[in-house]
């Protein structure tokens, strides 16, 4: 099924104009996995907007494995997000774990995330159906492309048509990387739904060198854009050390982007 030949509008936060998902620019979301502190947050922040990245990621809640480590600064980091996303005027997309916290989410964020976890969550998901703001759905990590699609299904038959797709690894038997990178779903999801893909080159690896070559990779297959996650430093992030990538290695990748995609006639 084709569900619309899809160019997703992002809202700048002051509402001076907005970012276009799917139209040729090629969106670049970075930030931390988790947010840990206001400075480390705001230091990465304005980095990747100096580098030319689109729009910030952070997470408040997280869903983690073991319930012994960071869960997140939960509602406490509500006013980081705010304060960043309207200083820098850059849109924030952070994830969203529970139906309880949409609704109260709606004035510190621009794009709801859902999670590999919660992929299969189709509470959540008529839920966000119900709301216009962008919806950056993630791929869990054993679905299927019929599976994925129709958890995007569900999104739209609420009604909120403003989704963007988000391969993010599959569950592989090697243990050198945290997930197999599938960039022929890619092109498989755009092709089948019309929707915009990006691709998650930090949880598709697990490993901060394979980042940049993934990145360029995904550019070159056809992806939409990337989030990836930067941390000011990594060896400090609270969750996903390993794959984050600090904020040297962000201008390097952001500028053999810009070689790769110019041979592809797009831009950043
Ligand atoms: C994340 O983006 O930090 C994250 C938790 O990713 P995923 O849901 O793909 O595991
Ligand atoms: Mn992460």
């Excluded at 960043?84 to 964020?109: S, W, Y």
């Excluded at 080159?201 to 070559?213: A, E, N």
């Amino acid at each position: 099924m084709h569900m619309r030949n899809s160019k997703v509008k992002i809202s700048l936060p002051d509402n001076s104009g907005s970012i276009e998902v799917g139209s040729g620019k090629f969106l670049v979301v970075a930030g931390p996995c988790s947010i840990d502190t206001r400075a480390n947050f705001l230091e990465s922040s304005r980095w990747i907007k100096a580098q030319g990245g689109h729009a910030l990621r952070g997470a408040v809640f997280k869903m983690r494995t073991d319930p012994k480590r960071f869960q997140g600064l939960g509602r406490d980091g509500y006013p980081i997000l705010k304060e960043i996303r309207e200083t820098l005027n850059l849109p924030v997309f952070t994830e969203v774990v529970d139906t309880r916290h949409v609704e109260e989410l709606h004035p510190f964020i621009d794009v709801f995330q859902v999670g590999a976890r919660n992929m299969y969550n189709y509470e959540l998901l008529k839920e966000l159906g119900r709301q216009r703001k962008p919806v950056l759905l993630k791929r869990a990590f054993s679905a299927t492309l019929d599976e994925w699609a129709g958890a995007a299904e569900y999104v739209l038959s609420g009604g909120n048509d403003n989704i963007i797709l988000c391969e993010r690894g599959t569950r592989g038997f090697d243990t050198h990387t945290r997930n197999v990178l599938d960039l022929s779903s890619v092109i498989l999801m755009k092709r089948r739904t019309g929707l915009p893909v990006l691709v998650d080159p930090s949880h598709g690896t697990g490993r901060s060198d394979l980042v940049l070559p993934m990145s360029l990779a995904a550019a070159a297959a056809g992806a939409d854009g990337l989030l990836v996650e930067v941390h000011a430093d990594p060896s400090k992030a609270l969750s996903d050390q390993d794959q984050a990538i600090n904020l040297e290695q962000f201008g390097v990748l952001t500028k053999k982007l810009n070689q790769v995609l110019s041979a592809l006639e797009k831009n950043l």
